[in-house]
């Protein structure tokens, strides 16, 4: 079972990345996905989910209409389309996928650093 992210790197601000996160080992297309982030000295955040059928999408308010999250199950991929970046969205960037059947099981990528800087 993995999450492997990709995409993160340094741009400066007002700048765009995409980040991927690819599925294996389990079936994506019933997992809802999440992507969090945490900057050096600060807690994991929630930046965006998407339902498992991708029709329910929820932002956190610091990146609602620049941010946006989509999957596509038959390539088991995840994605963050990140626009006009400031420097506080940099941090680690991580997948999450969950699904709740009995009990909740839950995958975490590796992360990916995201650096907005000039």
């Known amino acids: 079972v993995q999450l492997v992210e990709s995409g993160g790197g340094l741009v400066q601000p007002g700048g765009s990345l995409k980040l991927t996160c690819v599925a294996s080992?389990?079936?994506?297309?019933?997992?809802?996905m999440r992507w969090y982030r945490q900057a050096p000295g600060k807690e994991r955040e929630l930046v965006a989910s998407i339902s498992s059928v991708g029709g329910v999408t929820n932002y956190a308010d610091s990146v609602k209409g620049r941010f946006t999250i989509s999957r596509d199950n038959a390539k088991n991929t995840g994605y963050l389309q990140m626009n006009r970046l400031k420097p506080e969205d940099t941090a680690v960037y991580y997948c999450?996928?969950?699904?709740?059947?009995?009990?909740?099981?839950?995958?975490w990528g590796q992360g990916t650093q995201v650096t907005v800087s000039s």
């Open positions: 080992g389990f079936t994506f297309s019933i997992y809802g």
């Open positions: 999450y996928a969950y699904v709740t059947l009995g009990g909740r099981t839950e995958y």
